[in-house]
């Protein structure tokens, strides 16, 4: 990995119709990073990815490609090529032309046409359908001809727009994998754009999660996942148990009406914190073998685990375990210093993390809105 940037952002503002979308927007990306901007729908990260490849121009604020200013550069001028969600083929050119056009744009040999085709058709698992028609490929295999075709210009830097978003999941799930390989023989800079938490967290280096136009947390998934930096970012990653608490000293947090030790520090005495506790890390036992104990409301079983809701004096809690319990038993909820996570408040806190109005319907009616807003904005 460059230790100098290939992609910079600095100070960046972008309005549509008077309504901010970025605002005084600053991110650093290095050579050879798989680099995912998560959010939901409208957080500003598509215009992100925009700007990078110069497809919206900034209000204010300035975009650098390997220390040069490139505001002004075209996007065919710049070394960066971009995937949508819908994949934009040529219709009327078979799979081993679309790969080539670009190529041909360019002025290339046909010889050096032929062997970067067969190579790249290669690396994306397509061998053998050079001469097919594209009308008549599934979507994965629509997918990796746009993938092809993105690389065979050796962009220095490709941006992906949600393009996993039309394929069903296992076939988003074997994308993923594919994506990550080819990203790593190729060494090139990968921006990618989703909504879906898992994605993000299974194939980047670094995750940007994004809300409201602003960055809320820079880190690698496993950064994000264990030390959100506040309710937003840890209820957008995974599920989250977020509850108010006060840190009486270092190591030492009250909530939901206990004292509890932690690995945390350096607050203030008696600072009102938000609390995560994630729902694998909770354990079960007999209600009087624990300071917390409540009663099962609702029992959901996911394939590996079961989803548990649990009424603890009026706030529910999730815990996710292989152990079935039953709806109406009372059971007694276990934390170790170490499940235990303290962050600052924010504008997010009070805003997450209590089950009492969680329901997989609300999620479905959640996704049939984005879904809606996304085919909007292809229509833009």
Same mark, same amino acid.
């Given at each position: ?6 992609? %910079? ?22 050579g ?13 990260? @598509? ?10 121009k900034?209000?204010?604020? &300035?975009v ?10 075209? +996007?065919?001028?710049?070394?960066v !090529? ?9 219709p ?12 041909? $744009? ?14 790249? *058709?290669?690396?994306? !698992? ?6 097919? !028609? ?28 949600? +393009?996993?978003?039309?394929?069903d999941?296992? *076939?988003?799930? =074997?994308?993923?994998?594919? *994506? ?24 980047? =280096? ?13 880190? @690698? ?5 264990? %030390? ?12 989250? !148990? ?6 009486h ?19 203030? +005495?008696?600072?009102?914190v938000? $609390? ?34 649990? =009424? ?12 079935y ?17 303290? #962050? ?8 997450f ?6 329901? =997989?319907? #609300? &999620?479905? &009616?959640i ?5 809606? %807003? ?7």
């Open positions: 990995m460059g230790e100098k940037p290939i992609i %910079e952002l600095k100070n960046i503002a972008v309005s549509f119709d008077g309504e901010s979308v970025l605002k005084d927007f600053n991110l650093s990306i290095r050879g990073e798989f680099v995912t901007l998560l959010g939901p729908s409208g957080c500003g990260k @598509t215009t992100t990815l925009r700007i990078v490849g110069g497809f919206v900034p209000d204010s604020g &300035d650098f490609f390997n220390g040069k200013k490139i505001n002004d550069l075209p +996007p065919h001028k710049r070394e !090529n971009t995937i949508f969600q819908k994949y934009a083929l040529f009327h050119l078979n799979v081993y032309e679309n790969v080539a056009f670009g190529m041909r $744009v360019h002025g290339k040999s046909e010889k050096e046409i032929k062997q970067t085709v067969h190579d790249l *058709l290669n690396m994306v !698992n397509l061998n053998g359908f050079a001469r097919r !028609n594209v009308n008549l490929l599934s979507g994965g295999q629509q997918q990796r001809v746009a993938i092809a075709r993105a690389l065979a210009n050796h962009p220095k830097v490709l941006l992906l727009d949600e +393009p996993l978003g039309a394929l999941l296992k *076939l988003r799930k =074997d994308m993923q994998v594919e *994506l990550k390989k080819i990203q790593q023989q190729t060494g090139i800079t990968f921006i990618f754009v989703t909504h879906d938490q898992e994605e993000a967290l299974s194939m980047s =280096d670094t995750v940007v999660v994004m809300d409201k136009g602003e960055i809320q947390q820079i880190g @690698t998934p496993q950064d994000i996942y264990n %030390e959100p930096k506040n309710a937003f970012v840890a209820d957008f990653i995974g599920e989250s !148990n977020i509850l108010d608490g006060v840190m000293e270092d190591y030492l947090v009250e909530f939901a009406g206990q004292k509890f030790k932690c690995v945390d520090k350096g607050f203030s +005495p008696k600072e009102p938000d $609390v995560v506790i994630r729902p694998e890390d909770i354990d079960v036992v007999e209600p009087e073998q624990s300071l917390l104990s409540g009663m099962v409301t609702s029992v959901t079983f996911k394939g590996v685990h079961y989803e548990i809701i649990v =009424d603890v004096k009026g706030f529910k809690w999730m815990i996710q375990s292989t152990d319990q039953e709806e109406g038993k009372k059971i007694g909820l276990v934390l170790q210093p170490d499940d235990i996570h303290i #962050m600052k408040k924010s504008e997010y806190s009070g805003m993390g209590d089950y009492s109005t969680f329901s =997989d319907e #609300m &999620d479905e &009616d996704q049939a809105s984005e879904q809606r %807003e996304a085919e909007e904005e292809d229509e833009v």
